[in-house]
């Protein structure tokens, strides 16, 4: 792909009420491809004509969109989207989610100002906003010295590390990364720790127990090795270091073993509080993806209520 592919940007600066988007949400065109996502539904079909429409007419727009029965839909609330032609040399910013600065030109019509890119800020021209660059503003609108911008910050990836590599590790890892996890995987069995089992993205590590020397936002935790013994170990030491979310697979007996023997071991009763066994929802199935549905669906849960 090069960089004249992409040619327009719709993003989504400003939600009120109920909508299926949110603030950043962003969808761009690639040849003939659309990809990323406003929310779909007639809201997002509704913004990819309006698009198109700007592409022939060689103009940007910013569009409000009512969730009402004007558009055969009920959630009631009200959406805010910019339409941005992109320069050739935007094209890497928005496929790369690069952290971005919106502005608009002296016409009104949104356009985009440069982005943080390779650990350096680039402009798609010269419009002296360096200083604004630098700070540290939350994504969103902001003022400065009189004018509006929007910051696009680029997506978090939460950390997540699995213990095996078997047939619920791949199903998770699988699930997790379209759920913007960063995963790791770790497991000493070089025969299951392939690249073909898992996504890419995932960065696989040929080793039995957690790094001592990790840095960086605390993982999530997810232990499902083949042996109960690695899994005690595993969970013994990362409950030593108060990891956010620490979940081992198994039945409520094992669950019960294990809490016995952490205890004899000297955790406490508030440790053993933080260890989710058996991890997930209950009663969803145990084939690897209805186990993966049922880990991250808790998950996703406590990440959206702020406890991860």
Not at 169 to 185: K, M, P, Q, W
Request: charged letters at 20%; hydrophobic letters at 45%; proline letters at 6%.
């Amino acid at each position: 792909m090069s960089e004249s592919d992409v040619l327009i940007e719709v993003l989504v600066v400003q939600v009120a009420g109920s909508a299926p988007t949110a603030i950043g949400d962003s969808l761009y065109l690639v040849e003939s491809s659309w990809r990323g996502s406003v929310g779909g539904g007639a809201l997002e079909e509704a913004l990819k004509a309006r698009a198109i429409t700007c592409r022939e007419q060689g103009v940007g727009a910013v569009v409000e969109f009512s969730l009402n029965s004007d558009h055969d839909q009920c959630c009631g609330g009200r959406v805010t989207a910019v339409i941005c032609l992109l320069p050739p040399k935007a094209a890497r910013w928005v496929t790369g989610d690069a952290p971005r600065l919106y502005g608009w030109d002296h016409k009104g019509w949104p356009r985009i100002l440069g982005a943080w890119w390779q650990g350096h800020w680039q402009e798609s021209e010269a419009c002296n906003v360096v200083d604004l660059a630098t700070r540290e503003w939350p994504e969103g609108v902001c003022a400065w010295k009189g004018q509006m911008y929007f910051l696009k910050r680029a997506a978090l990836r939460h950390p997540l590390w699995l213990f095996g590599a078997g047939h619920v590790g791949a199903a998770i890892a699988d699930v997790a990364c379209r759920l913007e996890y960063e995963v790791s995987v770790y497991d000493a069995r070089p025969e299951w720790n392939t690249a073909s089992r898992f996504p890419p993205e995932v960065a696989r590590y040929i080793a039995a127990m957690p790094p001592t020397d990790a840095v960086g936002p605390a993982p999530a935790v997810l232990i499902m090795t083949h042996s109960h013994a690695l899994d005690l170990a595993i969970a013994a030491m990362l409950l030593a270091r108060n990891v956010p979310y620490l979940g081992v697979i198994g039945s409520r007996t094992k669950a019960a073993l294990f809490r016995r023997r952490l205890q004899e071991r000297g955790f406490a009763a508030d440790d053993l509080a933080r260890l989710h066994m058996p991890m997930g929802f209950p009663g969803l199935g145990k084939k690897p993806y209805e186990v993966a549905v049922a880990v991250l669906a808790e998950l996703l849960q406590r990440r959206h209520g702020g406890a991860l």
